[in-house]
Nanobody
Framework: QVQLVESGGGLVQPGGSLRLSCVAS????????MGWYRQAPGKQRELVAT??????TYADSVKGRFTISRDNAKNMVYLQMNDLKPKDTAVYYC???????????????????WGQGTQVTVSS
């Protein structure tokens, strides 16, 4: 099986920076898209950034402040967050789409996987 584990969340003052990391563990053959989503209290989960085949997409609210990157050899995805604002406060979730991995007998496909989330709080 494949698991996604995030790290790097925490409390930061407005204008500060954080770097989130996510590692996909398991006998992974390929991951199509990796990305980050977030969910603030009382709101729906929303896309923050995704990266596939070298093409990145960002929510308008984070463009110019956040940068997504991947290390395909390590099955990791990162989110560098700069100039953080209180409105960025949320639980941030790592996501992987189009995952091919070795199951117990043969190659297996998982369309959509999620991590457990990491809390980011921006407050003075």
């Amino acid at each position: 099986q494949v698991q996604l584990v995030e790290s790097g969340g925490g409390l930061v003052q407005p204008g500060g920076s954080l770097r989130l990391s996510c590692v996909a563990s398991g006998e992974i053959i390929k991951i199509n898209t990796m990305g980050w989503y977030r969910q603030a209290p009382g709101k729906q989960r929303e896309l923050v950034a995704t990266l596939a085949d070298g093409v990145s997409t960002y929510a308008d609210s984070v463009k110019g402040r956040f940068t997504i990157s991947r290390d395909n050899a390590k099955n990791m995805v990162y989110l560098q967050m700069n100039d953080l604002k209180p409105k960025d406060t949320a639980v941030y979730y790592c996501n992987a789409k189009g995952v091919v991995f070795m199951g117990s007998v043969t190659a297996t496909y998982a369309s959509d996987l999620w991590g457990q989330g990491t809390q980011v709080t921006v407050s003075s």
